[in-house]
């Protein structure tokens, strides 16, 4: 019966060689944007919860609809307080904060590059472009609790 190879000292140090290479090759923005999805950046932001996805209902479409027809993505988030919905279109991230509340919002991209947008008083605000890449959303009224979603991929 052979040796398995995690008891062979020879072999397995061929094994951890193998694996540290591998880690090597990874690029580094890779790494930094895995490190990114886990940084907490506001402690003191309340986290709101994905209540409804459009995307989830697309399979329940009509396959009539034409290739070219891209619909608009909803998407709603909620706290105990506070709900963010949002509409995402080819050429922009259109939201709004209910209870209205004037602010920032901002989009926090996987490579770390944040993206700012006005709240206005009704509430509204929008990101143009849309993002292209996964982001999570930050509001920040002038007064209250930020809130900040989960990561959001398109």
């Not at 061929?14 to 790494?31: I, K, T």
């Not at 994905?50 to 998407?75: I, K, N």
């Amino acid at each position: 019966m052979a040796t398995p190879w995690w008891k062979d000292e020879d072999r397995l140090l061929a094994a951890l060689r193998r694996a540290d290479e591998a880690a090597r090759e990874v690029p580094p923005e890779f790494v930094a944007a895995g490190k990114a999805i886990f940084t907490w950046h506001d402690v003191d932001a309340e986290l709101a919860s994905l209540t409804y996805d459009s995307a989830a209902e697309r399979e329940e479409l009509s396959p009539t609809r034409g290739a070219e027809h891209v619909p608009l993505r909803a998407l709603i988030f909620a706290t105990g307080e506070v709900t963010i919905e949002l509409e995402v279109g080819r050429e922009a991230l259109m939201g709004q904060v209910v209870p209205a509340r004037p602010g920032t919002a901002y989009t926090h991209l996987v490579t770390g590059a944040v993206v700012e947008s006005a709240i206005d008083e009704s509430g509204c605000f929008v990101f143009r472009p849309a993002p292209s890449q996964a982001f999570r959303l930050q509001c920040s009224p002038s007064s209250g609790t930020n809130v900040v979603t989960d990561w959001i991929a398109l």
